[in-house]
């Protein structure tokens, strides 16, 4: 079995950005988001913000990247249009964003996913927000029911209600109408991570 590694990018023009590409337009393909791309500039543009701006964590395989989490700071300017949604929501969030982590891009590739590779990318970019002192996360997914909800909800994230967005079509080019936003601890959540990896563990040697 190939060891998994997980690396933060610090350099923009890092090679990896094709896998980057790769993983995040096979991804966000299937359901249920269906999203198309006719070029894979946004996609490099969105890789560049975060490198510069945020975090990138990429998952790597036998030297290949075949997951990707990236953050920001919700309130700076990577995305203008989920900081302009906030701070419109401000007033009713139910959470501190100014001592949150955003997770802003989340995918792992289909060739590799129920591995448990998703959870260790979340846990790396938790541990990353802790170290600079954030306690709160935040996150935005498709579709209520989406295996991404399914695994923020396991870590104790919440539904942030007022922060529902029905929209006719968000990305421009994607069949998902709904995004939700959820929020969660950090530090409960990295509890529920090393609990579920101890279990994996503990499954995997019986
Ligand atoms: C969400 C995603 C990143 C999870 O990656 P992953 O490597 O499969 O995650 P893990 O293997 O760590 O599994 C995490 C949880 O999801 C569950 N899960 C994984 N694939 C699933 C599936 N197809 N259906 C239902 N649940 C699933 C696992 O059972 C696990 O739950 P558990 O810990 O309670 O057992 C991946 O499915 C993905 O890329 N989805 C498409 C993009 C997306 O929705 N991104 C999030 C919004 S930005």
Not at 15 to 29: I, M, S, T
Not at 166 to 172: D, I, K, L, S
């Amino acid at each position: 079995m190939p060891e998994l590694q997980i690396i933060q990018v610090s350099d923009p023009e890092d090679d990896r950005q094709h896998d980057f590409v790769e993983v995040y337009k096979e991804a966000f393909a299937r359901a249920p988001y269906f999203e198309v791309y006719e070029s894979d500039q946004e996609i490099l543009e969105i890789w560049h913000d975060h490198v510069v701006y945020g975090t990138v964590f990429l998952a790597v395989l036998d030297g290949q990247a075949v997951g990707l989490i990236t953050t920001h700071d919700p309130l700076d300017n990577v995305d203008p249009e989920i900081r302009d949604h906030f701070l419109e929501m401000i007033s009713e969030c139910p959470f501190d964003p100014s001592f949150a982590v955003f997770i802003s891009e989340h995918a792992v590739h289909s060739k590799a996913e129920g591995r448990g590779i998703g959870t260790r990318l979340l846990e790396q970019a938790l541990l990353w927000a802790k170290n600079q002192g954030l306690g709160l996360f935040a996150m935005c997914t498709a579709h209520q029911g989406s295996n991404s909800e399914h695994l923020y909800r396991s870590v104790g994230a919440e539904e942030a209600v007022e922060l529902v967005q029905y929209v006719e079509n968000p990305a421009g080019n994607s069949q998902s109408k709904q995004r939700i936003y959820l929020w969660g601890v950090i530090d409960t959540a990295l509890q529920v991570i090393k609990r579920k990896q101890e279990r994996r563990a503990g499954s995997s040697t019986t």
